[in-house]
C-alpha cells in the first residue's frame, strides 16, 4: 500500500497505520516494522512516526515458574 503512495500521503498512511495498531503486535512484528521502516518510507520518517514504531507491542507480564521440588545438594 505504500508503494502507491508519496510525500505526505504515505506518511500520514503510516502514522494511521501505526495508531492503529498500537500495542497489538508481537514481538517479531515489531522488529520487522522497525528493520523495514526506513526501507519503505524512505524521507518520510520523523520523530512521530519513530516513537509510534516501538509502542507497537503490547507490555507482557513478568512469567514465574512455580518450583515444583525442591534440589537437594
Known amino acids: 500500500m505504500l ?3 508519496h510525500g505526505q500521503a504515505r506518511r500520514d498512511a503510516a502514522i494511521k497505520w501505526l495508531t ?10 515489531t522488529i520487522y516494522v522497525q ?15 519513530e516513537l509510534l514504531s516501538w509502542t507497537l507491542q503490547a507490555p507482557t507480564a513478568i512469567v514465574r515458574e512455580a518450583v515444583k521440588q525442591q534440589r537437594r545438594l
Request: one cysteine or more; aromatic letters at 8%; proline letters at 0%.
Open 3 to 5: 508503494r502507491t503512495l
Open 20 to 29: 492503529d495498531a498500537q500495542q497489538s503486535c508481537g514481538y517479531g512484528q
Open 35 to 49: 528493520n523495514t521502516l526506513h526501507r519503505y518510507l524512505a524521507g518520510a520518517v520523523n520523530q512521530r512516526i
